[in-house]
Nanobody
Framework: QVQLVESGGGLVQAGGSLRLSCAAP????????MGWFRQAPGKQRELVAS???????NYADSVKGRFTISRDNAKNTVYLQMNSLEPEDTAVYYC?????????????WGQGTQVTVSS
């Protein structure tokens, strides 16, 4: 079964940084845009950032200038560098393949990784 594995979450104080990683099967990763999503308690899952196989990126307004998405095509891994974290960034973070222009995910979801930002 195809599986995405997210890691790197944790507890951090406001203003701190975390780097998330997502290992994806080559069948998903190699030709697709990839995205990071997050879901806070009581809220819908939202797209945070996405990146094409060629490296074009897109960000939600709420994270522009603070988060950076990148990918290592040789390792089938996508990263999310999160700086200047705010309590509002607290959520479970997931990665998935995305339709880049529409920002819509497709493919199976992984377990996600919890990010908690304390004030």
């Amino acid at each position: 079964q195809v599986q995405l594995v997210e890691s790197g979450g944790g507890l951090v104080q406001a203003g701190g940084s975390l780097r998330l990683s997502c290992a994806a099967p080559g069948s998903i990763f190699s030709i697709n845009a990839m995205g990071w999503f997050r879901q806070a308690p009581g809220k819908q899952r939202e797209l945070v950032a996405s990146i094409t196989s060629g490296g074009s990126t897109n960000y939600a307004d709420s994270v522009k200038g603070r988060f950076t998405i990148s990918r290592d095509n040789a390792k089938n891994t996508v990263y999310l560098q999160m700086n200047s974290l705010e309590p509002e960034d607290t959520a479970v973070y997931y990665c998935n393949a995305v339709l880049f222009k529409a920002g819509l995910p497709f493919g199976p979801w992984g377990q996600g990784t919890q990010v908690t930002v304390s004030s």
